[in-house]
Nanobody, 114 residues
Framework: IHVEESGGGLVEAGGSRRLSCAAS????????MGWHRQAPGKQRELVAR???????YYPDSAKGRFTISRDNTKNAVYLQMNSLKPEDTAVYYC?????????WGQGTQVNVTS
């Protein structure tokens, strides 16, 4: 299973960015998909998750600013990020969950300038 992120880049504080995650085959077979990020010197953290059984989840750091969505017809998951802050700078990873297994992409870098 191949997972690939795209859409990263440089954005000014207060701006928006949409990340995309494409997976090989149908994403409907995954019970959940999530977006995680890792900033330099910090642990990887979950920023959004979408599940067929439990819906969407956002930690406080992302709530109200980030929106995760999925399009099964395009086998894609998106992360819309608004009101970006310099502390949102990180490598963003997409993960597909299937049972106890997780499949990760290589990540896409987002840099938010002040």
């Amino acid at each position: 299973i191949h997972v690939e992120e795209s859409g990263g880049g440089l954005v000014e504080a207060g701006g928006s960015r949409r990340l995309s995650c494409a997976a090989s085959g149908s994403i409907s077979r995954f019970n959940a998909m999530g977006w995680h990020r890792q900033a330099p010197g910090k642990q990887r953290e979950l920023v959004a998750r979408i599940s067929s059984s439990t819906g969407t989840y956002y930690p406080d750091s992302a709530k109200g600013r980030f929106t995760i969505s999925r399009d099964n017809t395009k086998n894609a998951v998106y992360l819309q990020m608004n009101s970006l802050k310099p502390e949102d700078t990180a490598v963003y990873y997409c993960a597909a969950e299937q049972g106890w297994h997780e499949f990760w992409g290589q990540g896409t870098q987002v840099n938010v300038t002040s």
